[in-house]
């Protein structure tokens, strides 16, 4: 091919693809290489299994041939051109294949009829020093000293010119550097406009380039153009690991519509490993939406990874597909074997679920009781199989280790659900007191958790309670028909001939233990001040109203008052908060602060403070009660329920250093509760403390008799006797 057939097919490319980065919308990608550079860097061997494919040089080789428009013949061709192999030499003799083969692909491209001389070894003989220094400055990368080289050296010598074919390689080497850049930084416009205005570096000696193109194109809203790029890769260039890796960035970052049409071109299953990761991909969408569904194909092939690897990931996947598609058998299979290959948490978890959901809550809450720790997902599905064990009927017998345990973990909690159940297992054991405290405590900790309330109710009425049984019953009559109709005469006398028919307490390895702590390392379960604050008297109405009564019972109707003014937003969010719907609340007494006098503005901050603390959000509990000109005796009560807030975080996070540092500082706005102070002592006892958590629940002890105190001295008497011996 002709130099100048060639200048025109790269001038023909570059026009192409910089029309491309300004109107890529409008132009596709060239299906085969379009210039001739382009073309031979691609494949330095053309693929004989591919069909010929039209290129500009082509093209142009053609037009050279052709007869002018006058009939004349054209031009014989001139001299063949000197090659300069410098470049070429240097790189083999460095040992730098990658460079040596971009090298030698771009030659050429240039130079169809040259062939590379036999021994590259040796540095071609130039008889210009000086030049080859360049040239070796160039292939270190020093492409700014190799600027400055050339601009001294003309200055030196006005009638010495560099070579064109260096001054070309710096050009592209300095843009590929400028688009690496532009890439990191994440400029993606700047990006696609260095590779419009320098087509040479978009070729399979480069494919770097072409991939943080087609990142741009996907980062500007252009994955059709990003498509294009990876298919030029795949449709032109032959390196076996960069067609894989076009192939991992495409399913990266397109969708998978635009993915299929890459697949096809494949060649001898090299893109086996995507195909892998796209069954992977559909299961796993399939494992979280139980309504989706994987191919046979697909469920087949991954489980033939599954069982050839070593890894439990793929066994992870397949059981809670499984799992999720109603297979718990399969399921219990899959995730054994990931255990059994160090699955660790995850594998524990499905596990567990998928015990629960074969009805062997036995074995899943042993399994579970093992991964308490390892994270949140853990405890709630040991809380979840446990809840159901302790909830069958008839009640099942039960090792006091294994009641404790549960008893434990839904105290630390705070389980509702589970302290519900472990209400019903007392009362369906016969343990009427213990079953008591246990409801009363699950709704403490949720007040809406009507099974606590039911359970509540059905205890007060066995206990010839009836004025706690008509308490509860006028609390939920308007939302629970089965609690309301405990009054019914008819259902009465049923449910009497039921708890007739209770059996007397088990023995002791059925009795269920009181929530209180177990364990050193546990604490008491808190009064419901987090999930409620306790409203003080004078916040239950707006302050605008002249004579305060006391607070207002929760509304029956479900709905708060809706005016308009300052008074009115307080007040609905007062009615709000008491339902139990902090989020709305707070919305309501914001509404208050931004319209409402100073008073008016002060309450609402309260109120606010206390929706934030609800919603568990303490920071912005903190900035509420900042936001308003608060009386003092007010800020300090706020001041010390944040303060509270703080520990419990703190202590549940086990950095009771830190919590007795808060518990100081709060000391300073109010006295601690009893809670607090024994919160306080199995502080002391974590920490090693002994001497002091002793005085703690010596204290507490004398002052109420508390069992919780003498529960945490028995404790440090049992630690220090065992350090004793």
Known sequence: MHVKSALIAVAASGAAFYALGRYGHDLDWPQAPVPAVQQAQAETHPDPSQPALPAAGQAEAELA?????????APAPGPPQRVDETALRYFAAQGDTRRYEAELARLRALYPEWKPPTDLTSPQPTGDPELERIWKLFAEGKFGEARAAIAQRGTADPNWQAPADLLAQLDRAEAGQRLVNASNAKQWEQVIRIGTET?????????????????????????????????YVLTNCTNPAERVGTM?????????????????????SEFSSIRDEIAR???????????????????????????????????????????????????????????????????????????????????????GAQWLEAGPANRKAYL????????????????????????????VDRYAPGGAALGWYAYNSGQIAPAETWFETALAWDRNYEPAAYGLALVHQRLRDQAGLRAIIAEWRNRSPRIADLLNPARGR??????????????????????????????????????????????????????????????????????????????????????????AAAEAFA??????????????????????????????????????NLPPARRKELQALLLSERFYAQYDAKDYNSALITLGER???????????????????????????????????????????????????????????
């Not at 979840?384 to 294994?402: G, K, S, W, Y």
Request: hydrophobic letters at 40%.
């Open 384 to 411: 979840d199989v446990a809840t159901a064990l302790i909830a069958q009927e008839p009640a099942p017998r039960l090792e006091r280790a294994v009641i404790e345990r549960i008893a434990r973990t839904v105290g």
């Open 667 to 725: 000391a300073r706005y109010a006295s601690e509760s009893t809670d607090l102070m024994l919160m306080r002592g199995w502080s002391y006892f974590n920490l090693g403390r002994f001497d002091d958590a002793a005085q703690v629940f010596q204290a507490l002890y004398r002052a109420n008799g508390s069992p919780q105190a003498m529960s945490g001295l028995t404790a440090i008497r049992d630690i220090t006797q065992r350090n004793r011996y």
């Open 494 to 583: 049923t449910a009497m001939r039921e708890t007739r028919r209770l059996p007397e307490p088990s023995p002791t390895d059925r009795t269920v233990p009181p929530p209180e702590p177990i364990e050193r390392a546990e604490r008491p379960p808190r009064r419901a001040i987090r999930a409620e604050p306790v409203l003080p008297s004078s916040y239950d109405e707006a302050p605008a109203v002249a004579a305060r009564r006391p607070a207002p019972e929760r509304p029956r109707s479900g709905s708060c008052s809706a005016g308009t003014s300052a008074a009115a937003a307080l007040q609905r969010g007062w009615c709000l908060l008491n339902q139990k719907r902090p989020a």
């Open 591 to 628: 509404a208050a602060m931004r319209s409402g006098a100073a008073q008016v503005a002060a309450d609402a901050a309260a109120g606010k403070t206390y929706a934030k603390i609800q919603q568990g959000l303490t920071a912005e509990a903190g900035a509420a009660a900042a936001s308003a």
């Open 248 to 268: 991992q960035k495409a399913l990266a970052s397109l969708p998978e519509a635009l993915v299929n049409p890459l697949l096809a071109q494949e060649k001898q």
């Open 199 to 231: 087509p040479a570096l978009l070729t399979c000696a480069n494919v770097d380039a072409l991939w943080r193109v087609a990142e741009a194109f996907v980062q500007t809203g252009a994955p059709e153009r990003a498509r294009d790029a990876y298919a």
């Open 65 to 73: 041939q052709a007869p002018t428009a006058q009939g004349r013949p």
């Open 281 to 367: 991909r559909h299961i796993g969408k399939a494992a979280e939406e139980p309504t989706l569904t994987a191919t046979p194909e697909e469920l087949r092939r991954i489980e033939a990874l599954a069982n050839a690897a070593t890894t439990p990931d793929d066994a992870i996947l397949l059981g809670f597909y499984s799992f999720r598609h109603n297979d718990a058998a399969k399921a219990v299979t899959w995730f054994q074997t990931a255990l059994a290959r160090n699955g660790g948490a995850k594998a524990a978890e499905g596990a567990v679920l998928a015990l629960g959901a074969q009805q062997k809550y036995l074995e899943a809450e042993t399994l």
